[in-house]
C-alpha cells in the first residue's frame, strides 16, 4: 500500500537506506510534502526544481539512482524529468550519468543580472581583494545554508572550488555565522533543531551552549572567526553587511590560508579593511 502522504511519484527510503544528508535537496522535498492538498500547487514542476538542486550538490555527473536516493522521488518518475529536462536542453547524459547544460545558466544569470546587491557587490569584492590579496565573498542565508552570491578569487583556498551559487553549511563558515547571530531567536532555536552541529574538522565547534555563546560573542563584536572548522587549512573572517535602514542583508568575508597569515594579523590586518567594504556595500544598499 502506497504512503497517502507522500508526493505523487515519491516513495520513502527503505529500511536499509541511509538518509539523505541535509540540504536544498532535502529542504525541497519537505517544501513538497507540506504542500500536498494545495489544489494549485503543481507537484510535478517542484519535483522537477528538486531534481535540479541534486545537480548543485555534486561536482561531477549524478546518476538516476543517485537522484533518486537524494529526493525520495521514484527511479520512474526521475527518469521522466530527465527526459523532460533533456529535451528543452537543460540536462545531458555524459558517461554513466547526467550533467547540466549551458542552458542553466540563463536562470541563475537573471538573478545576478537583476539583482541590485549582487551588482553593486562585485567592484567592492574586487576592489578589497585588490587590497589583501585574499579571495572575499558575499552570502546570504538560503534556507538551512548559506549561498554565495558573488566572489572575487586570488587562488582556491578549498578543496571545493567556491563560485557565486556554491552552498555549504551555515554554522560551521564564518558567514554563516554572521547571519545566524542576526536571526531572531526563535528563527535561530529552529534552525538549530533542524541542524545537528556535525564536526567537519576536528577543530569544528559542536557543544550546543559554546555555539550560543560563540553566536552572542559575534553579536557583540560585529565579526566571526572561523579556524579550520569547515577545512583544514582554511581560515575566515566574516562582517555583517548592513542596508541603509541597519538590517543585516548579507556577510561579507576574507578566506585565507592558514599558514600563511596569522590570526592575529587576520584581526588586526584584514577586519578594519573588511569592515570599511561592508560599510561600503551597505551604503549602496536600500
Known sequence: MSDSS???GSRKPGPGAAPAERGLTHELMQQIE???GEPDFMTSLARGLAVLSVFAQHAREVTMSQISAETGISRAAVR??????????YVGEQGRGYVLLPRVLGIGGAYVAASSMTAAAQPVLDALRDQVHESCSLGVLDGDDLLYVARAETVRIMSIGLRAGSRLPAYCT???????AALPHDTLESYLERNPLRPR??????????????????????????????EIGLRSIAVPVRNRRGDVVAALN??????RISLQAIQTQLLPRLKNAAQQLGALLN
Open 34 to 36: 507540506g504542500q500536498q
Open 254 to 259: 576574507i578566506g585565507t590560508q592558514a599558514g
Open 174 to 180: 564564518s558567514m554563516g555565522r554572521v547571519l545566524l
Open 201 to 230: 574538522t576536528e577543530r569544528t565547534l559542536t557543544g550546543p551552549r559554546e555555539f550560543q555563546e560563540m553566536l552572542a560573542r559575534v553579536r557583540r563584536e560585529g565579526a566571526s572567526l572561523t579556524d579550520q572548522e569547515l
Open 6 to 8: 507522500s508526493p505523487p
Open 80 to 89: 521522466r524529468v530527465l527526459y523532460t529536462l533533456g529535451k528543452l536542453g
